[in-house]
């Protein structure tokens, strides 16, 4: 079964009206994502929105709460002493940055098969999950059935 999990940049998109285009996208992957059920976020990415949100963004708090209480039911990717280790582990011999790496991390834990970024690096997998970008990717290209 495919599993999604959506990096930050996605969901900020959702909530940044400035590219319309970006944001229409990004609100396609989570809607069609979440209907399907195979939507998965983790606490990394609670934290990074709300901050974005509100310091980038401008949102009021309570807007910015408000956005991150409706992920809350897909932020289920584990952030443990393991994913931690296996950060470590991928920043080290993939050469990516601590904060990617810690998702990633997050997103295997999960068991994702996908994991949704425009930060796309060179590698289009990583043990196993499919890197993707999902404003030049289309929906149906990995949302198969």
């Known amino acids: 079964m495919t599993k999604l999990f959506l990096d930050t940049s996605v969901v900020i998109y959702s909530l940044d009206p400035r590219d319309r285009t970006k944001q229409e996208k990004a609100l396609a992957w989570l809607s069609l994502a979440a209907s399907r059920g195979c939507l998965t976020i983790s606490p990394q990415v609670c934290a990074e929105t709300r901050s974005v949100a509100v310091r980038k963004?401008?949102?009021?708090?309570?807007?910015?709460?408000a956005a991150i209480e409706r992920l809350l039911?897909?932020?289920?990717?584990?952030?443990?002493?393991?994913e931690v280790q296996l950060a470590l582990d991928l920043a080290d011999s993939r050469k990516m940055s601590w904060w990617d790496a810690l998702m990633i991390s997050s997103a295997l834990g999960a068991g994702c098969t996908h994991f949704l970024t425009e930060d796309v690096q060179s590698a289009p997998e990583v043990d196993g999950m499919q890197i993707v970008d999902p404003f030049t990717t289309a929906l149906e290209a990995v949302l198969k059935g």
Do not use: F
């Open 57 to 65: 963004l401008g949102l009021k708090h309570d807007v910015a709460r």
């Open 73 to 82: 039911p897909w932020c289920i990717a584990p952030m443990t002493a393991t």
